[in-house]
């Protein structure tokens, strides 16, 4: 299985300012015959789903803020919240889907400062 | 807008089988291009996905939960289902189903989510 690890666990970061969550995964999900990089981000609030923030590592979702940007290949990828709102205050998932079994980070709690 | 919403039993005793469906609307499961997931967060835990179906009926579930999980489609009434059998404690988690629209490019990730269901374990 590909594991996926996330840091920080939690972060604390004051309004308006950048907010950045790091994920690795143990070997690469990039795809060579693609060029893409099989990585998707997900934003949790609390007693809801999560919600696709991010995939292929770097497109964002139809509707998402352009404060939300993904970054990074092979195995190091990177969620940035440009300038932190109230509202952005969740848990963030990553999660790979270069193979089978399809699995997720630990998670990354965002609170505000 | 395509929706999702599972129901199904919220208490299941030790070593019974947990039974739940999804009920898809506003869409059809037969459309073509995507999978029909599961996945479960225990209580303030991560994620933890379970398994796919596609509507012809190919499945493939996590080796994780040795064997303990069947799915099946529903074309009819629009809607899949999970199966977990044997459950212990370290079963009981919210259980989402989701939808990933793979088309041609294996794209699972998953796009569209149920709003889950508590499903706990305990006699």
């Known amino acids: 299985d590909i594991v996926m690890t996330q840091s920080p666990e939690s972060l604390t970061v004051s309004l308006g300012e950048r907010a950045t969550i790091n994920c690795k995964s143990s070997?690469?999900?990039?795809?060579?015959?693609?060029?893409?990089?099989?990585l998707a981000w997900y934003q949790q609030k609390p007693g809801q789903p999560p919600k696709v923030l991010i995939y292929?590592?770097?497109t964002r979702e139809s509707g998402v803020p352009d404060r939300f940007s993904g970054s990074g290949s092979g195995t190091d990828f990177t969620l940035t919240i440009s300038s932190l709102q109230a509202e952005d205050v969740a848990l963030y998932y990553c999660?790979?889907?270069?193979?089978?079994?399809?699995?997720f980070g630990g998670g990354t709690k965002v609170e505000i400062k | 807008q395509l929706q999702l919403q599972e129901s199904g039993s919220g208490l299941v005793k030790p070593s019974q089988t947990l039974s739940l469906t999804c009920a898809v609307s506003?869409?059809?499961?037969?459309?073509?291009?995507?999978?029909w997931n599961w996945i479960r967060q225990p209580p303030g835990k991560g994620l933890e996905w379970l398994g796919y179906i596609y509507e012809s009926g190919t499945t493939y579930d996590n080796p994780s939960l040795q064997s303990r999980v069947t799915m099946s489609v529903d074309r009819s009434k629009n809607q899949f289902s999970l199966k977990l059998s044997s459950v212990t404690a370290a079963d009981t988690a919210v259980y989402y189903c989701?939808?990933?629209?793979?088309?041609?490019?294996?794209?699972?990730?998953?796009?569209?989510w149920g709003q889950g269901i508590l499903v706990t374990v305990s006699s």
């Open positions: 989701a939808r990933a629209f793979e088309n041609l490019e294996a794209a699972r990730y998953f796009d569209v």
């Open positions: 999660q790979q889907y270069y193979t089978v079994p399809l699995t």
């Open positions: 506003n869409g059809s499961i037969s459309s073509g291009g995507s999978s």
């Open positions: 070997q690469s999900v990039f795809y060579s015959s693609t060029n893409k990089n099989f």
């Open positions: 292929w590592a770097t």
